[in-house]
């Protein structure tokens, strides 16, 4: 195969058997302006057409193998080739041949010899011919696809960007304007669409927050009542992580829904145990036993600052100003609360603050590990199940080389029912909050901080008979302000993005 590679007003296939009538042909053509290749046979044309793009072919007749009959219907016959243009190259002698070559989809024919003139003239209809089927071929597409794209929205489907309309609503013909009208009409229904969806999610997750608030908000106060007789905060963990456990296993053979067994699966539930129920629990109740319930309630909102801290560095959650005054707000209800030399006195030493301060940093690795683990492989039942048999395994070598394990008649003689309470809170609890945090995302989520702050307060004063002073109400009003400011993520990324504005791009 030889030619040219300079593209003009068009490309051409040369297909003669002849290698001088090849050589005066590419030569006119050139001279006519077009690019110009050439092939010997009827299976060289097939494979230079489905490799390269040809506005026109000049089709020799006689050729020996595979002649131009056949090269013409097998080209009329292909989906893909059969819009070519093709000119039959014929002698006068061979007449007969080009009217049967036209009669099988032949757009023109050429006599040998050739006029330059002529040769042009043919050339350039032909090559309009097809430039104008292209165009017409594409018009028709595009409408099609408008039709398709009807087919879509009568599914529901308003999102814009899953039309795939953003080329043809550029067109300046009545194409385009209509496509444009279809365009801001869905932009407009999904617009409306999505308000509904983030005020339902804002009411989704408000009520989980409440849900998951008021319910573990009752262990401070539970907490406080069992440590005020000088119990070992281990033993107690001890005991309320493994009926914690049989409650959840129970919860698994029910549903059927098994923790994983592979290493990255174990590992995750060890990492979750240690810090979301272990450790937690075990700075709870040490805390417990010198800080009033209501304290700890109040430095549970230093949850919410940790996990968008953590979050924002790693770049789980992007970082967001609103979000972030929001936080700290939260932050502040802690920082007043523990303002040294306050008028309440119920503010203990700031050893057993800063102990009581751990709780929520445990909280905030859990919240993040639970954020990062992919939705595949997240099952809030398993990962329920997996977590806390993971943190009564760990506790229990730490309990009894450590000498304290309460015995069994003891502790549940006295302690049962809190115990059995305690377990049940954490149990519904690390369901909830799995399920929270896969729902809404870790800064959200862990606004329940904010809702057990709340709700602590309400047990407190309920259960133990503790007072609100000034300081307290002015931590509560810097929680408020806080939760106000924060949204579920689905909420704030979908606020972020204006609907329709990608509509029109390439």
């Known amino acids: 195969m030889n030619g ?15 290698k001088t009538n090849r050589m005066k042909m590419e030569f006119a053509v050139q001279n006519l302006g077009f690019a110009v290749e050439s092939v010997a046979g009827g299976i060289e044309c097939l494979d230079a057409l489905r490799e ?15 002649d131009g009959f056949e090269v013409l219907r097998t080209i009329k016959a292909d989906p893909t080739l059969r819009d070519i243009p093709v000119i039959v190259i014929s002698s006068l002698e061979e007449m007969e041949d080009s009217v049967r070559a036209i009669e099988l989809g032949a757009e023109d024919f050429l006599t040998k010899p050739f006029n330059p003139v002529l040769l042009k003239a043919r050339l350039g209809a032909g090559i309009e011919r097809k430039r104008l089927r292209d165009k017409e071929l594409e018009y028709l597409q595009q409408v099609d696809r408008l039709a398709a794209a009807s087919g879509v929205i009568e599914r529901k489907d308003f999102d814009p960007s899953r039309l795939d309309l953003s080329d043809i609503a550029k067109r300046d013909d009545q194409l385009g304007n209509l496509t444009r009208v279809f365009l ?3 932009s407009e229904v999904y617009r409306r669409e999505q308000n509904l969806r983030n005020q339902i999610s804002l009411l989704k997750g408000g009520f989980l927050l409440l849900l998951l608030g008021a319910c573990w908000g009752l262990v401070p106060s539970l907490s406080r009542i069992i440590m005020v007789d000088g119990l070992h905060p281990l033993g107690a963990v001890f005991w309320t992580l493994w009926i914690s456990a049989g409650m959840m296993l129970a919860v698994t053979v029910i549903t059927g829904r098994y923790p994983g067994t592979s290493w990255p699966e174990i590992r995750r539930y060890l990492l979750l145990g240690l810090f979301g129920n272990a450790l937690s629990q075990v700075f709870l109740l040490w805390a417990a036993s010198e800080v009033s319930a209501m304290i700890i309630s109040i430095i549970l909102a230093a949850e919410s600052f940790m996990v968008f801290i953590i979050a924002a560095s790693f770049g789980f959650e992007a970082p967001s100003l609103k979000r972030f005054i929001g936080l700290c707000l939260g932050l502040a209800c802690v920082v007043i609360i523990m303002v040294p030399g306050n008028a309440t006195g119920v503010v203990g030493g700031w050893v057993w603050m800063l102990i009581a301060l751990f709780v929520p940093f445990c909280y905030a690795i859990e919240d993040i590990i639970v954020a990062a683990i992919p939705d595949d492989e997240c099952d809030s039942i398993a990962l329920a199940t997996g977590t806390i048999i993971a943190a009564a395994l760990l506790m229990t070598p730490l309990t009894l080389l450590s000498g304290s394990f309460i015995p069994p008649a003891f502790a549940f003689a006295e302690y ?6 305690i377990a049940a809170i954490s149990t519904f609890s690390t369901i909830l909050l799995i399920y929270t945090i896969r729902t809404t995302g870790a800064v959200f989520a862990s606004q329940a901080g904010y809702a057990m702050t709340a709700a602590g307060i309400f047990w407190s004063v309920l259960l133990l008979g503790e007072s609100m002073s000034v300081w307290v109400w002015a931590a509560l009003a810097c929680l408020v302000s806080g939760l106000a400011l924060v949204m579920p993520k689905q909420v704030e990324e979908a606020a972020e993005i204006k609907p329709g504005e990608r509509i029109f791009e390439t």
Do not use: C, T
């Open 184 to 186: 801001g009409m869905a």
């Open 416 to 421: 049962g029912w809190a115990f059995f309470l």
């Open 4 to 18: 040219s590679s300079q593209h003009l007003s068009g490309r051409v296939l040369v297909v003669d058997d002849q």
């Open 52 to 66: 390269q793009s040809f506005d026109i072919l000049l089709l020799d007749i006689v050729m020996p193998g595979m």
